[in-house]
T-cell receptor, first 113, second 112 residues
Framework: SQTIHQWPATLVQPVGSPLSLECTVE??????LYWYRQAAGRGLQLLFY??????ISSEVPQNLSASRPQDRQFILSSKKLLLSDSGFYLC????????????FGQGTRLTVV | GNSVTQMEGPVTLSEEAFLTINCTYT??????LFWYVQYPGEGLQLLLK?????DKGSNKGFEATYRKETTSFHLEKGSVQVSDSAVYFC???????????FGQGTELSVKP
């Protein structure tokens, strides 16, 4: 069966420090991969998505970047965190095709102090 | 570009009341439409979906009908329970896959 792993679960980082969040998927190949941010009291904001290795689409200009070095690995990074980067970050995967279900990781609670 | 708009919450209902959460979308072509639910302390999970006009998705007593003429996908349930308290997200995907866009979420609180 397919599983998705996202870590760490919680993270407290000082302003100006770098960030690396990792997400891996097992049990499937060539998934579509997604990074979302869920700010307190708000919905899911799509940050990046990828339909293949090295193919990254950015949805909002911001202080973050994403990479997909392997088929089932998706990394969210920042060189210098801002206070406004605090939030709940969710990784998700789904198969190809518009009607397929998305499966979400457990999320990372990032607090920038 | 594609977008999804949901009614603002929170929505507070008494047990056994009728629920409607409005969702409208803007999209080119023929998108697939979804409702996801996030229970307290848990991740998102698919509630139901519809892939073409006039399709009705249903699950756990919830229903939503894909209305292309009104670009809507409203979520309904005839009799809510306390256990339905959660945040509900409407979502859209183009028919080629790729981008999956969510609405802002609607928090539902059901009181006994």
């Amino acid at each position: 069966s397919q599983t998705i792993h996202q870590w760490p679960a919680t993270l407290v980082q000082p302003v100006g420090s770098p960030l690396s969040l990792e997400c891996t998927v097992e049990g499937t190949s060539n998934p579509n991969l997604y990074w979302y941010r869920q700010a307190a009291g708000r919905g899911l904001q799509l940050l990046f998505y990828s339909v293949g290795i090295g193919q990254i689409s950015s949805e909002v200009p911001q202080n973050l970047s994403a990479s997909r070095p392997q088929d089932r690995q998706f990394i969210l990074s920042s060189k210098k965190l801002l206070l406004s980067d605090s939030g709940f970050y969710l990784c998700a995967w789904r198969g190809t095709g518009g009607a397929t279900e998305a499966f979400f990781g457990q999320g990372t609670r990032l607090t920038v102090v | 570009g594609n977008s999804v708009t949901q009614m603002e919450g929170p929505v507070t209902l008494s047990e056994e009341a009728f629920l409607t959460i409005n969702c409208t979308y803007t999209a080119t072509g023929y998108p697939s439409l979804f409702w996801y639910v996030q229970y307290p302390g848990e991740g998102l999970q698919l509630l139901l979906k519809a892939t073409k006009a006039d399709d009705k998705g249903s699950n756990k007593g919830f229903e939503a009908t894909y209305r292309k003429e009104t670009t809507s996908f409203h979520l309904e349930k005839g009799s809510v329970q306390v256990s339905d308290s959660a945040v509900y997200f409407c979502a859209l995907s183009g028919n080629q896959g790729g981008k999956l866009i969510f609405g802002q979420g609607t928090e539902l609180s059901v009181k006994p």
